[in-house]
């Protein structure tokens, strides 16, 4: 018996097309339009395709992505073996980590999306969504969470970032990917990995601030900070470090707020007892702040919302970070 999957299209890329040559592409195909491209799939997979948004992925909403999360869970409740998301890949890493949060079903929930639009030369989104109905398809898939699948490359969100602003091959995972797809077959590294699943939020009223540290940084923005958000992400330089004047507001900064470190390079973890002096990971640390370890700094944001709209203590943080290493 075929799987039965389902695909909603958010917009993006994949769905983009111009209606003159001097104005640019903008969402325009629905779900079915890329059912249509696909000759023969119905040999594969039972298809069913819904147009959820028709937007730049700049443009979504945590609301919008919980509205397409629902809608998801309903598919599988209803009988499908598998579901995929198409979207714009600006925001697809953001968007496939916070789904990851909250995908508690055994079936695989697939994001995808294309680097150019169907009108372009060597456009490759709907091999992206033929690969990605092949691994929605595929028993291997189950109990793996969300996944992204992009140039034959499949990876889980935790690890997987978007390197470059045009090639077609910008998707990299630190590390190394989790599987691939080659000649139809859906490949896998590694086991299912630890997650952390966590209940839809029950409120959307928390917000997180992320600020990044540069040279000679305005710490200016801290007094609006403390009056006006919830959390404080800082994308720190190198280890997790911040500024002199950033470190000597930091308590009272934590004093209202959960505030957490990231690194603002591409690759590798913060640090946590390596250097000492005011500003270090060993300087923050003591003063109360919470490194992210191999976290990103968009994707502890993302952790720290859904934490603090769930009424989560912060122990929740940790368990996902120990999760992300063996």
Avoid at 223 to 229: E, N, T, Y
Wanted: some cysteine.
């Amino acid at each position: 018996m075929k799987p039965k999957i389902s695909i909603g299209s958010l917009g993006g890329t994949i769905s983009m097309t111009s209606s003159k040559s001097n104005q640019g592409i903008a969402p325009k195909l629905s779900a079915k339009d890329f059912i249509e491209l696909l000759p023969d799939i119905e040999k594969i997979a039972s298809i069913d395709a819904e147009s959820l948004f028709a937007l730049p992925s700049g443009h979504l909403k945590f609301e919008m992505l919980l509205e397409a999360l629902r809608w998801a869970k309903k598919q599988v409740e209803l009988g499908s073996n598998g579901v995929i998301l198409t979207q714009g890949t600006d925001t697809l890493e953001e968007s496939a980590f916070f789904c990851d949060l909250f995908w508690d079903k055994s079936e695989p929930l697939i994001l995808m999306g294309a680097m150019r639009s169907p009108e372009m030369l060597g456009a490759e989104g709907i091999r992206n969504l033929y690969n990605s109905i092949l691994s929605a398809s595929s028993p291997n898939s189950r109990n793996r969470g969300v996944m992204v699948v992009m140039n034959d490359a499949i990876h889980v969100p935790r690890w997987m970032r978007k390197s470059h602003s045009l090639a077609v091959e910008t998707f990299c995972s630190d590390g190394k990917t989790h599987g691939f797809v080659a000649e139809g077959r859906v490949e896998y590294f590694c086991p299912p990995l630890q997650r952390v699943v966590l209940p839809l939020p029950s409120c959307l009223c928390k917000k997180i601030f992320l600020w990044e540290q540069t040279l000679d940084v305005d710490i200016g923005v801290l007094d609006w900070v403390k009056a006006s958000v919830d959390g404080l992400v800082i994308s720190g330089f190198g280890a997790g470090h911040v500024s002199l004047e950033t470190a000597q507001r930091l308590k009272e900064i934590i004093e209202c707020m959960p505030v957490i470190i990231a690194t603002r390079t591409t690759e590798g973890p913060t640090a946590y007892s390596t250097y000492g002096y005011i500003g270090s990971e060993i300087d923050c640390i003591k003063q109360g702040a919470m490194m992210a370890g191999y976290l990103s700094a968009k994707k502890a944001r993302i952790l720290l919302w859904a934490i603090l709209n769930n009424n989560l203590g912060m122990k929740y943080f940790q368990d996902y970070l120990d999760k992300m290493i063996y």
